[in-house]
């Protein structure tokens, strides 16, 4: 179904990852927004990085607690690209860097400390060979890690998110990443979840477009605050 059918009613899903291919194969698609409620996690800005993408505070005077707040949500290791909504980005990167997995890098960490709410840490890898989605959650006191591997499939993509709904305590996503139709190209994708992204709740996002042969690279940005 198209992301925006599954966004459009949603007032806050939190952090959000697809990963996909464009209709012709071509093309790898990433695309990653966050949200807030708090001013600490409104007050941010995606900016590129050279291949990457990091987060800054937009008014450095309002930044309260970075730890969780600011990192580099997209890193490119050779012809593959990860994105996460924390800094096991870092985390991802470097053990893959030293010839481990993705699997095992996330291994070494878990959800976010901040209880009540114990938010999932949501990850991603592409390539031109396929992609996978982890999730790491709270789950009766430990936590729970799940890897879902997917094959290239033309104009198609797999969407995950942090929170299932709004609420107090937040609801964690729950089941597999949902089935999402991938745009032809980057600014449409771009423009189709923005618009679909609730108002008051929207900070930033970003999608990347990457060729998988030539590994050259499109890169939308939008920050809310400007």
């Known amino acids: 179904m198209k992301i925006s059918e ?9 952090r959000g990852i697809v990963i996909g291919y464009t209709k012709d194969g071509k093309k790898s698609a990433i695309a990653y927004f966050i949200m807030g409620r708090s001013v600490n996690s409104r007050n941010r800005v995606f900016l590129e990085n050279g291949d990457d993408v ?3 505070a937009f008014d450095e005077s309002k930044l309260s607690d970075p730890s969780l707040v600011i990192y580099s949500p997209l890193r490119v290791l050779d012809e593959k690209t990860i994105v996460t909504n924390g800094d096991q ?5 470097e053990g893959m860097k030293a010839g481990g997995t993705f699997e095992g890098a996330l291994r070494t960490r878990m959800y976010e400390p901040d209880e009540p709410n114990y938010t999932p840490r949501i990850s991603g890898i592409v390539s031109k ?3 996978k989605l982890s999730i790491l959650k709270y789950s009766q006191g430990t936590c729970l890690r799940e890897t879902f591997d997917y094959e290239p499939l033309c104009g198609t993509g797999h969407f995950i998110h942090t929170y299932k709904c709004d609420g107090n305590p937040i609801p964690t996503f729950e089941g597999e990443p949902n089935a999402v ?3 032809d190209d980057a600014a449409s994708f771009a423009k189709e979840i923005w618009e679909s992204l609730n108002e008051d709740n ?5 999608v990347r477009y990457t060729d998988n042969e030539t590994m050259e690279k499109e890169t939308v940005i939008i920050n809310k605050n400007k």
């Not at 599954?6 to 939190?14: E, Q, R, S, V």
């Open 6 to 14: 599954l966004l459009k009613n949603n007032t806050y899903p939190g």
């Open 54 to 56: 990091m987060i800054k």
């Open 89 to 93: 980005t870092d985390t991802v990167y």
């Open 129 to 131: 060979d396929g992609y």
């Open 181 to 183: 139709e991938i745009a």
């Open 202 to 206: 929207k900070v930033s996002l970003l």
